[in-house]
């Protein structure tokens, strides 16, 4: 499938990228390339971490062009948007800006299903080996969503606490109570925002779900 049209998940799986409206969606497990951190989004290790990702993932995409590796089950595609599980040290209070520095992420981009961590590896020492730089950073990770609302911001990431309100009551109305695990929530970047003026920003908002149970709907 190396020489046919490359695969867009965007386009193949549009229900985990443009949500119409606010939903419920279950995500199966994906594939990632990731790298955590902590610290607020315009410092440097936040910055690092998406520079020290691209190089990776255009590695595997384009390797069908080495001759020295040949990826099992490999197919061309395009490499995905990046995406971001997001919480904080301390929880956000209410009329208090948030507190960026207590931010602690994990930034990522998807992969198709044939990648393994042996490719991941392999493509890690051979950019590194080019670059001359260290990809250590960079981890291969299965990741799995499961129940969600999730919901399509436009607009500055300040923004936000706008949109997730309106989750928060659609879970209510819907049945469905927002719970966290490690993360709080996802975001899907769909701009480019180092490029991408605020208010023209479109980020896909996922939050971890449950349906709430009858006991909790009587108290």
Not at 2 to 29: G, N, R, W
Not at 85 to 94: F, I, N, R, V, Y
């Amino acid at each position: 499938m190396t020489d046919s049209i490359k695969v867009d998940f965007k386009k193949t799986e549009k229900e985990f990228y443009f949500p119409k409206k606010i939903e419920v969606i279950t995500v199966p497990e994906m594939s990632y390339l990731t790298v955590s951190g902590q610290g607020a989004p315009a410092g440097t290790a936040f910055q690092e971490a998406i520079a020290s990702l691209y190089p990776i993932a255009y590695a595997i995409s384009m390797s069908y062009k080495r001759e020295d590796i040949v990826i099992p089950h490999f197919y061309r595609f395009v490499v995905p948007p990046l995406e971001g599980l997001w919480t904080s040290k301390t929880a956000p209070k209410a009329n208090e800006p948030l507190r960026k520095e207590e931010l602690i992420w994990k930034v990522m981009i998807r992969m198709p299903e044939f990648v393994t961590e042996e490719i991941v590896e392999w493509a890690k020492k051979d950019t590194a080996s080019k670059k001359k730089q260290d990809f250590s950073q960079v981890k291969y990770e299965k990741i799995t969503d499961g129940l969600c609302i999730q919901a399509m911001h436009k607009g500055s990431f300040d923004d936000e606490a706008e949109t997730f309100t309106l989750m928060e009551e659609f879970a209510a109305a819907e049945g469905y109570e927002l719970i966290h695990k490690e993360f709080h929530h996802r975001e899907i970047y769909l701009s480019d925002f180092r490029k991408t003026a605020p208010e023209k920003l479109k980020t896909v908002l996922r939050q971890y779900a449950q349906i709430k149970t009858k006991e909790k709907e009587g108290q």
